[in-house]
């Protein structure tokens, strides 16, 4: 069973910086297009950037210019730097593949990282 490990998250400033990381216990992202999704509370989850194998990037428009998604294939890990941090950011971010990995035909899902802006 694959196993998604977030980390990086935690409290800032507005303004501040965070950077995320994300490893898979499986090779599954050596093939796959690997994003990072936000959950905020009462809404789906979200996904806000994307990178393929060939390191294409997509941003949703909020993060436009002020994240970026790395991949480390060697590491079999995606990374992503969030600077400029708003008030609207804050939330449990989760990595995944696109689209998101399926085990018994259920989304698998990791624990995620809690990220908070606030002053």
């Known amino acids: 069973q694959v196993q998604l490990v977030e980390s990086g998250g935690g409290w800032v400033q507005p303004g501040g910086s965070l950077r995320l990381s994300c490893a898979a216990s499986?090779?599954?992202?050596?093939?796959?297009?690997m994003a990072w999704y936000r959950q905020v509370p009462l809404k789906a989850r979200e996904m806000i950037a994307r990178?393929?194998?060939?390191?294409?990037?997509y941003y949703v428009d909020s993060v436009e210019g002020r994240f970026t998604i790395s991949r480390d294939a060697a590491k079999n890990a995606v990374d992503l730097q969030m600077n400029n941090l708003k008030t609207e950011d804050p939330g449990v971010y989760f990595c995944n593949t696109v689209p998101a990995i399926l085990i018994a035909s259920q989304e698998s899902w990791g624990r995620g990282t809690q990220v908070t802006v606030s002053s």
């Open positions: 499986d090779d599954i992202f050596r093939t796959s297009t």
């Open positions: 990178i393929t194998t060939g390191a294409i990037r």
